[in-house]
């Protein structure tokens, strides 16, 4: 059950340029957190910014009760809560949404994600080795720098390829380059969560080999609990009626989403 | 003063609410949405999402987009039609013990009165919004809402075709706010429920267009406040119908703003996005300020700061 | 691209500014007010204070009030009348090298025609703001701005008094801003300027009486900031007239928004209180973002967001 | 000349229930500071709280080139501020105002305050001392937790009399109480700041034993320098004109100011 809690923040870093990982203690969140669930994040006190803003969990600690996020700063809000500090508490309303499926352990997770799209792979990373799955990340970024989840997922225990488009880490190129035809299809299921042109080559990908596997939406939201219905979505270009990202989603069949 | 000596009932033109807090159309789904978030039991009244006789799918995406303090919205009515309401979603709330207003939309007064009708002998409904915001396709698209004549007809239209109370919901994009409630009360209204959305828009500078698919949007949230308590202001000094206010309402000391400007009863709407048991907090909030301020029945401040 | 080839001139109907960023009226005063804090030669234009044709001494305390990212002001249109302002106030702007447009406010009619009438020839204004939001007295108090034909009327007087280009400041306090706009154009505006403030008010819930003086006050800010641009929008799609575009730029990006929606030059008022120099920094904002887009003149934006 | 600045914050504590001192580093500004003038203080950098915030200035180093600021949270902008930490930066636009006028160094000055108004008598007292005067201050609040300028004026050197209404210190009272009929009023000049029925007490006073004073007034402010024509006050009630209280003021001749 999603719940609004004042989380007491107890760390939070400056992880690359204009990204930021904070941890805070929510423990009666943490409880309910899934992979792939999103929180609802108030970012000030006052008026301006208004809304809250939707971030995905990238990891937590239901033993400990804590909760972590990693965001990128792109404006009013997220350049807001990089002032908050240790010991300051964030309002949060959470989890919500529908998260990830996770597959029987005996299926290969391939995890694709690009930029800050990372951060709902993370703790689905976590679950799938709980669950006993084979795991492999591929994780895109501009550059070295921006590629901040790689410890988080060697402490996890997920082996992943890092990917930069100027080279200065791993493969060079696109994560997307590194998909390359599967010998065994449907031994494999596939997560990802990135910019769109980057979750369309995936799909692209699993529909070729038949692969099962979801992606992470992101829409513009107001309520984040189903009430507003301003983060509709068609998910095929010719569907007359709309999903709603923050309640149908944001995590979706892959074969469902046309890009 | 004790809790039991308080009275927060109110009497909105026939709607009688236990408290003053409604939630706003729109804004609180079907009241299932919020359930995990406040005791639905609690509120004033919810106000259900916007209803038409069809189903509607509503507007492509971008529907909503923050501004200073406020938001735009271009949902488009997505609803799924009154039966479903009916059928599907106002059974949760008869099961609750909750004041249920509908709320309802058309595009030609035919529409209105068709909804007004099927709606008539409905188990659970207290009271009609009339929602007149929409564009009246027979008269070219111009608002039902911005012409004083076609508020009075398609009130007096829904009024005739149905036996519940109706309380228009006045659109605040006009220039003259008194003549549409007077309007209104022509034509039979029971209650007045202002204010909607301001008419805005924003533009994406990357893409060098608007942002909204739908180009304009309602604007509601803080921003409208001072507008909305001007207007509810003016018509509390002319027009002798209880009003149920809204626009911004953020907490305890917002609702009291409005209550004195001349609204009998409140409505939270993009608040609810904000902290999603707001409308519950708010209701606490009044009840402390009846306490300690020894108010037995919050009547006594509507309207107690306008100048008539 | 080279500074030296961009070009930032501005024509607004006549009224030729060196750049396309002005300040508003009664917000940055004579000029003089903000001399240390920006280089005033470095404006599109300074609106000054409304003037009337008597010497007025405004509304009592209180006239101003925050609200969510805006505020409220009644300040009443105090000023020391057209004589103190062409002999003790304008000189100083002359000596300076930039454009200065009166903003001229009466209650009636012939008011305007004297005040128009009094600037004739008036060396160093290189235009009129005309304030129709000024509730005319001779129709009990209705505003000029809100009704057609007499927007129309004022603006005819005027131009038939001065060879000074005219630019009414229209008010959003109205159903239909184009039918407004358009009864303008009929009576000889050379441009329009939008937004006036929007009518609104606050409320003291400690004293249980309206926060303002004066009761009702002129919403300004960002929280407008969506409605100013709807309404510019609007116009720019169906009136042919050059358009001075406000109502909460903040920054350069709010600037660049009120182009795109069809404001050939824009203007800062409330902004000016929060960053002396806002004005200043919107104007080099511009040139960054000609260079960074490779724009020659800024023309090529104006209206580019309206789909007509 | 005013300008506005960041002011780099190096100090700012919590000294009492609701008031805060905050001191920052703005040399250029501290440089014109005179006593009596405020600074205009934007308490964040999101629209709301939008309008900057009157501020006197309780005290200014020329040489270190700092100010400090005495506040009392009352609302939105003082509650953000009291969330801004050493190292963090605050945008001032002053000093502005017409200040305090000096004497001669041969009077006694009486600075009388009430609550926070006492903060532009602390650093008038600075200029007192510095002139040679003679500083008596009263200092006038709800309880002793809220003497907060007591430590300062000793260090400045300027004696004062503690007056609480709950009697918790000093004198218990009003701190009106204490002006008593002078013997010498031409050698006296009064000074006061505070909640109006205070000044207007004090102004009876000062008529009555003709001595000459100033005082500080509030006024809802926009700009702040004059061009909004926001914060009008009529001083006598049968004025026709109004001062504006950003510009002619904050301080006037006591004798010409009706409460
Ligand atoms: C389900 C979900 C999970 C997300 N998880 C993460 C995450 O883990 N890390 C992360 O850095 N970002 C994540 N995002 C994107 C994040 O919500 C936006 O970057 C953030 O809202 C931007 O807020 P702002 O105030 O800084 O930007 P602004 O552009 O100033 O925001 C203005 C408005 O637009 C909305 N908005 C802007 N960008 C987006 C976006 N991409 N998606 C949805 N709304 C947006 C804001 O919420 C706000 O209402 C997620 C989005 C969704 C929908
Ligand atoms: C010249 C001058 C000097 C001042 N010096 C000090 C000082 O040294 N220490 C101190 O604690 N306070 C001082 N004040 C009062 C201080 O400006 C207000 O307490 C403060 O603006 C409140 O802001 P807020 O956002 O917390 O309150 P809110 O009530 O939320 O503010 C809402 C609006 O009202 C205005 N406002 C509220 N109270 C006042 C007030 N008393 N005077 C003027 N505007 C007000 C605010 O500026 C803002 O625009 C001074 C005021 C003036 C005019
Ligand atoms: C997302 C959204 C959807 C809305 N849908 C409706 C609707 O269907 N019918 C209606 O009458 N008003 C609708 N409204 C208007 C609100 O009910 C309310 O009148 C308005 O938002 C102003 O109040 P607020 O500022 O508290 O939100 C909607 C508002 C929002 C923000
Ligand atoms: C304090 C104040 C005084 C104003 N005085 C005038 C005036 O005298 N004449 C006029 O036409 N507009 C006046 N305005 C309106 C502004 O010029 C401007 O149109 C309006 O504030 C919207 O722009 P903004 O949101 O950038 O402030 C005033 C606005 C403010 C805030
Ligand atoms: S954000 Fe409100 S329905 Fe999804
Ligand atoms: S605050 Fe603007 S004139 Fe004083």
């Known amino acids: 059950m999603p719940l609004q809690e004042n989380g007491l923040v107890i760390n939070h870093q400056q992880v690359a340029q204009d990204m930021y990982i904070m941890e805070f203690m929510a423990p009666a969140v943490a409880r309910e957190c899934q992979p792939g669930q999103f929180l ?46 240790e010991n300051d508490y964030i309002d949060i309303v959470g989890p919500l949404g529908r998260g990830f499926t996770l597959p029987a352990p005996s299926k290969t997770a391939l995890l694709v994600g690009g930029g800050v799209g990372i951060a709902p ?47 200065s880490r791993g493969y060079p190129g696109m994560v997307t380059d590194l998909l390359v035809p599967p010998v065994y299809p449907e031994e494999i299921v596939i997560y990802t969560c990135g910019p769109e042109p980057m979750m369309a080559k995936v799909a692209e990908y699993a529909q070729r080999y038949d692969i099962w596997g979801e992606v992470s939406l992101e829409e513009h939201m107001a309520c984040g609990v189903g009430a507003c219905l301003g983060c509709a979505r068609r998910l095929k270009a010719n569907d007359e009626a709309y999903v709603k990202v923050c309640k149908d989603g944001p995590v979706f069949n892959i074969m469902d989403v046309e890009f | 003063m004790e809790k039991q000596d308080m009275d927060l009932t109110v009497n909105l033109g026939g709607i009688i609410m236990k408290n003053p807090v409604a939630v706003a159309s729109g804004t609180f789904g079907y009241g299932r949405e919020y359930e995990d978030y406040l005791d639905i039991n609690g509120l004033g009244a919810v106000i259900v999402k916007g209803t038409t006789l069809e189903p509607r799918h509503g507007n492509p995406p971008v529907r909503i987009f923050e501004t200073a303090a406020g938001m735009l919205n271009a949902i488009g009515l997505e609803n799924p039609g009154v039966e479903v309401f009916l059928n599907q979603h106002l059974p949760y709330l008869i099961d609750k013990d909750v004041t249920v207003i509908a709320n309802i939309a058309g595009n030609t007064i035919e529409e209105y009165a068709a909804l007004a009708a099927r709606l008539e002998g409905c188990k659970g409904i207290a009271g009609i919004e009339l929602n007149i915001s929409c564009p009246n396709v027979k008269q070219g698209g111009l608002q039902f809402g911005t012409d004083p004549v076609m508020v009075r007809d398609v ?112 409505s939270i709407g993009t608040g609810n996005f904000v902290n999603p048991r707001l409308a519950y907090d708010i209701m606490v909030g009044l009840q402390e300020y009846m306490q300690e301020n020894q108010i037995n029945n919050l009547n006594e401040i509507v309207g107690i700061a306008v100048q008539k």
């Open chain 1, 121 to 167: 792979l993370v703790y689905l990373g976590r679950a799938l080795i709980q669950r006993g799955c084979q795991v492999t990340a591929m994780m895109g970024a501009a550059n070295e720098n921006q590629l901040v989840a790689g410890d988080r997922l060697l402490e996890i225990g997920v082996p992943f390829l890092p990917v930069t488009m100027d080279g």
């Open chain 2, 155 to 266: 009130v007096k239209t829904v009024k005739a075709n149905t036996s519940l109370p109706v309380m228009p919901k006045l659109s605040p994009n006009v220039t003259n706010i008194v003549e549409i409630a007077l309007a209104a009360q022509e034509g039979g209204a029971d209650a007045l429920s202002m204010i909607n959305t301001l008419m805005g828009m924003a533009i994406n500078v990357q893409t060098r267009k608007p942002v909204l698919a739908n180009v304009f949007g309602g604007l509601s949230g803080p921003a409208i406040k001072p507008v909305a308590l001007r207007m509810i202001y003016q018509v509390h000094q002319e027009v002798d119908l209880p009003i149920l206010g809204g626009g911004g309402i953020m907490n305890t000391l917002d609702a009291l703003e409005f209550m004195m400007a001349g609204a009998t009863g409140i």
């Open chain 1, 40 to 85: 609802h994040v108030r970012p000030g006190n006052t008026n301006d910014p208004l809304l809250r803003r939707p971030l995905s969990i990238y990891d937590a600690d239901q033993e400990k009760g804590s909760i972590s996020l990693l965001y990128r700063v792109v404006g009013a809000g997220t350049s807001l809560m990089t002032g908050i500090r």
